[in-house]
C-alpha cells in the first residue's frame, strides 16, 4: 500500500525543516521525514489530547443542570453502560472505564479522518492492531482474574476430555484470531472509506467528497459501535461463570 | 454503497493504471490473473456474496421488527454485530487486495 502522509505531517516537517530520507522497505524509498513516516502516531496523538481535552471539560463543568456537551457525555456513558449491562451478569461496572475510553479513543481517531489535512489513525493498521492487541490481554487477564488460571485456560478444551487434543489447539486458533478480524474489520472500513473520499476528492474538490464525508461519519460511529460491541463480547465471555 | 463505490472506484483506478502502463511498461508477458486484476475481481466476488448474505440478515431483522416492535433494540443490535461479521469477510478481500500491489 502506497503511503500518503497527511498534509498536517508535511506542514509540520516544512515549518520544522526535517529531514527527508528513504525508509528501507518502505513505500518503495520515497523520501519521508520521521513525521510523515509514522503520522498515524501524530494522528493518533492529537486525536487522544483532542479527547482529553474535551472530556476534562466536562469533568470540569459538571452540573446538576447539564448543559449541551455534559448531555452528549452522558448519553455517551450511559451507552457504554447499558452495553455492558446488557453482556455481562455480574459487576459490569468495573469495565466501564476501560471499555469507554476505548471506544472515545476509536471514535475520535475515525472522525479525525473527516478534517481536511488529517488522516484517521484507524486507517493504519498498526493503530487498531495496538487496540485489539491490548483488549485482547485485557479480556485474557480478567477472565484468569475471575475464574482462576486453570479454570479460564481449561474452559478452552470443551466438555469432553478425549476431545481435548482437537479441540484445545483450535480454540487457541480462535482465540488467537479474534485479533486479527478485531483489528482488521476497523482498518478495512476506515482505511476503505478514507481511500474512497480521498478519490472523490481528486476528481472534483468541490462538494463532491461531501457525501462520502456523510457516510464516514456515519461509518466511523457504526465501526465504533462495533468495536466496542465485539470487546464487550469477548470480555463477558472471558468473565462470565459457568453455572 | 461504500463496498460498491470501493469496487467501481478499484475498477476505474485498474482502467487507468492498464491505460497508463500499456505503451510504457515492456511488454512483459503476464498472465491476466496475476496481480492487481486479481485483486479486483475478488473483491468484486466478495462484495457481491457480502451483498447478498447481507440482505437476507436486514430482511430478517426487518420481518423481526414488524412482528415484534418492542424488539426492535435488541434485533438491531444484534443486526449490526451480525453485519460486521459478514462485513469483515470483504474486509478480509480488502486488504489482501491493499497488499497485492
Same mark, same amino acid.
Request: charged fraction near 10%.
Given at each position: 500500500?502506497?503511503?500518503?502522509?497527511?498534509?498536517?505531517?508535511?506542514?509540520?516537517?516544512?515549518?520544522?525543516?526535517?529531514?527527508?530520507?528513504?525508509?528501507?522497505?518502505?513505500?518503495?524509498?520515497?523520501?519521508?521525514?520521521?513525521?510523515?513516516?509514522?503520522?498515524?502516531?501524530?494522528?493518533?496523538?492529537?486525536?487522544?489530547?483532542?479527547?482529553?481535552?474535551?472530556?476534562?471539560?466536562?469533568?470540569?463543568?459538571?452540573?446538576?443542570?447539564?448543559?449541551?456537551?455534559?448531555?452528549?457525555?452522558?448519553?455517551?456513558?450511559?451507552?457504554?453502560?447499558?452495553?455492558?449491562?446488557?453482556?455481562?451478569?455480574?459487576?459490569?461496572?468495573?469495565?466501564?472505564?476501560?471499555?469507554?475510553?476505548?471506544?472515545?479513543?476509536?471514535?475520535?481517531?475515525?472522525?479525525?479522518?473527516?478534517?481536511?489535512?488529517?488522516?484517521?489513525?484507524?486507517?493504519?493498521?498498526?493503530?487498531?492492531?495496538?487496540?485489539?492487541?491490548?483488549?485482547?490481554?485485557?479480556?485474557?487477564?480478567?477472565?484468569?482474574?475471575?475464574?482462576?488460571?486453570?479454570?479460564?485456560?481449561?474452559?478452552?478444551?470443551?466438555?469432553?476430555?478425549?476431545?481435548?487434543?482437537?479441540?484445545?489447539?483450535?480454540?487457541?486458533?480462535?482465540?488467537?484470531?479474534?485479533?486479527?478480524?478485531?483489528?482488521?474489520?476497523?482498518?478495512?472500513?476506515?482505511?476503505?472509506?478514507?481511500?474512497?473520499?480521498?478519490?472523490?476528492?481528486?476528481?472534483?474538490?468541490?462538494?463532491?467528497?461531501?457525501?462520502?464525508?456523510?457516510?464516514?461519519?456515519?461509518?466511523?460511529?457504526?465501526?465504533?459501535?462495533?468495536?466496542?460491541?465485539?470487546?464487550?463480547?469477548?470480555?463477558?465471555?472471558?468473565?462470565?461463570?459457568?453455572? | 454503497?461504500?463496498?460498491?463505490?470501493? $469496487? *467501481?472506484?478499484?475498477?476505474?483506478?485498474? &482502467?487507468? /493504471?492498464?491505460?497508463?502502463? =500499456?505503451?510504457?511498461? #515492456?511488454? +512483459? @508477458?503476464?498472465?491476466?490473473?496475476?496481480?492487481?486484476? $486479481? *485483486?479486483?475481481?475478488?473483491?468484486?466476488? &466478495?462484495? /457481491?456474496?457480502?451483498?447478498? =448474505?447481507?440482505?437476507? #440478515?436486514? +430482511? @430478517?431483522?426487518?420481518?423481526?421488527?414488524?412482528?415484534?416492535?418492542?424488539?426492535?433494540?435488541?434485533?438491531?443490535?444484534?443486526?449490526?454485530?451480525?453485519? =460486521?461479521?459478514?462485513? #469483515?469477510? +470483504?474486509?478480509?478481500?480488502?486488504?489482501?487486495?491493499?497488499?497485492?500491489?
Amino acid at each position: 500500500m502506497e503511503h500518503h502522509p497527511s498534509l498536517l505531517a508535511q506542514w509540520l516537517t516544512q515549518i520544522l525543516h526535517l529531514a527527508r530520507h528513504a525508509w528501507p522497505g518502505f513505500a518503495h524509498g520515497e523520501p519521508l521525514s520521521v513525521l510523515e513516516r509514522y503520522d498515524h502516531l501524530l494522528n493518533a496523538l492529537l486525536a487522544a489530547l483532542v479527547a482529553m481535552a474535551i472530556t476534562t471539560l466536562v469533568r470540569k463543568n459538571l452540573s446538576r443542570i447539564p448543559g449541551p456537551l455534559q448531555q452528549v457525555f452522558e448519553g455517551v456513558v450511559e451507552w457504554v453502560q447499558g452495553m455492558i449491562g446488557d453482556n455481562i451478569a455480574h459487576h459490569g461496572e468495573r469495565y466501564l472505564p476501560f471499555i469507554g475510553t476505548m471506544a472515545l479513543f476509536v471514535f475520535f481517531n475515525n472522525l479525525f479522518g473527516l478534517i481536511p489535512g488529517l488522516s484517521p489513525a484507524t486507517s493504519n493498521w498498526n493503530v487498531t492492531l495496538g487496540a485489539a492487541l491490548v483488549v485482547f490481554a485485557y479480556y485474557n487477564f480478567h477472565g484468569m482474574k475471575e475464574q482462576g488460571f486453570g479454570k479460564y485456560w481449561a474452559h478452552f478444551a470443551g466438555p469432553i476430555w478425549w476431545l481435548m487434543p482437537l479441540m484445545f489447539p483450535l480454540e487457541i486458533l480462535g482465540l488467537l484470531s479474534r485479533i486479527l478480524s478485531h483489528s482488521l474489520r476497523l482498518f478495512g472500513n476506515i482505511a476503505g472509506e478514507h481511500v474512497v473520499a480521498g478519490i472523490f476528492f481528486g476528481l472534483m474538490p468541490l462538494l463532491l467528497p461531501v457525501p462520502m464525508m456523510v457516510l464516514g461519519l456515519f461509518f466511523g460511529l457504526i465501526q465504533t459501535f462495533v468495536f466496542t460491541m465485539l470487546a464487550v463480547i469477548y470480555l463477558s465471555g472471558a468473565v462470565s461463570h459457568e453455572h | 454503497m461504500k463496498k460498491f463505490l470501493t $469496487t *467501481a472506484f478499484l475498477f476505474t483506478l485498474a &482502467a487507468v /493504471a492498464f491505460a497508463q502502463g =500499456a505503451p510504457a511498461a #515492456a511488454p +512483459v @508477458a503476464k498472465s491476466l490473473f496475476e496481480g492487481q486484476f $486479481t *485483486a479486483h475481481i475478488a473483491l468484486a466476488i &466478495a462484495a /457481491a456474496g457480502c451483498g447478498l =448474505a447481507q440482505g437476507k #440478515a436486514v +430482511v @430478517a431483522a426487518c420481518e423481526g421488527v414488524a412482528r415484534n416492535p418492542q424488539a426492535a433494540g435488541n434485533i438491531r443490535t444484534t443486526m449490526i454485530i451480525g453485519l =460486521a461479521l459478514i462485513e #469483515a469477510l +470483504v474486509i478480509y478481500v480488502l486488504v489482501a487486495a491493499f497488499a497485492i500491489k
